[in-house]
C-alpha cells in the first residue's frame, strides 16, 4: 500500500552529523529507538551489525586523535560502513512506512528519525496558456501512458474548421502565429498502437493583446 493520491507521502530522513563522535552518539540513538519496537520486528541490517560498526568507529575516531599510521584511513573506512547500514536501516523503515501510510509519520519517527514530507503531485489536466510570446499558446493535456502519441488541432473559426499541428509523442505542444485579442479553440487524442481516442472537448482560450 503507498499514500493515496494528493496525500504527501511520509519520507524517512537521516540527518548525518558531519563530526564522528556526533554520528556514533545518533547512531545509537537510532539503534536505541528500533531495539524491541513492535513496528520494526526484522530490522535490515539487524541492529546487532549497526551497533558493532558504530563501536568500531568510536574506537578508531580515538585512535585516529593519536595520529598512528593508517589510524585516519581505519576511521574512514569505518564510517563509510556506519553510513552504509545506516542508509539500509533507512530503506527498511520506509518500506514499513509505505504499508501503513495513516500512521508513516509515527512510524519513521519512532526509528529516531526525521521526517519529511514529499510534495503531492497534482494530476495533470487539459489546458492552454499564452507563452511568452504574442500570438503563442502551450498546451498540456493528461499522459496517457509511456507509449503512447499526441494528435492536436486547433481552430480559429469558432470550431467550424481544425487546422492540425504535428503529433508529439509527450503530452504537450505550442502553436504560434495566433492573432492577439482573438480566441482559439484546441483539442487533442491520443494514439496507441491498439487505436486512437476520441478527440478532446474544445478548450477555449482568449488571447491578450
Known amino acids: 500500500m503507498t499514500a493515496s493520491k494528493g496525500t504527501p507521502r511520509a519520507l524517512a530522513s537521516l540527518k548525518l552529523p558531519r563530526r564522528n563522535t556526533q554520528l556514533v552518539t545518533y547512531a545509537q540513538g537510532i539503534v536505541t529507538s528500533m531495539t524491541s519496537n513492535a513496528h520494526f520486528p526484522t530490522p535490515v541490517p539487524p541492529l546487532s551489525s549497526v551497533a558493532s560498526v ?12 593519536t595520529r598512528v599510521k593508517g589510524a585516519v ?9 556506519l553510513v ?31 521526517v519529511r514530507k514529499a510534495p503531492a503531485r497534482a494530476p495533470r489536466v487539459f489546458a492552454a496558456r499564452q507563452g511568452a510570446l504574442s500570438g503563442a499558446v502551450k498546451v498540456e493535456a ?21 487546422i492540425a499541428l ?10 504560434t502565429g495566433l492573432t492577439p485579442g482573438s480566441s482559439a479553440q484546441f483539442r487533442y487524442r491520443w494514439v496507441t498502437k491498439t487505436g486512437a481516442s476520441d478527440w478532446s472537448q474544445p478548450l477555449v482560450l482568449p488571447l491578450v493583446k
Open 54 to 65: 558504530l563501536g568500531q568507529l568510536a574506537t578508531a575516531e580515538t585512535q585516529a586523535l
Open 73 to 81: 584511513a581505519a576511521r574512514n573506512e569505518k564510517r563509510a560502513a
Open 84 to 114: 552504509s547500514l545506516l542508509q539500509q536501516l533507512r530503506s527498511y523503515v520506509q518500506v514499513t512506512a509505505d504499508a501503513n501510510p495513516e500512521n508513516a509519520s509515527s512510524i519513521i519517527e519512532s526509528a529516531g528519525m526525521a
Open 142 to 162: 493528461p499522459s496517457a501512458g509511456h507509449r503512447a502519441a499526441y494528435e492536436w488541432e486547433y481552430s480559429v473559426d469558432g470550431g467550424k474548421s481544425w
Open 166 to 175: 504535428p503529433p508529439t509523442l509527450q503530452a504537450k505542444t505550442s502553436v
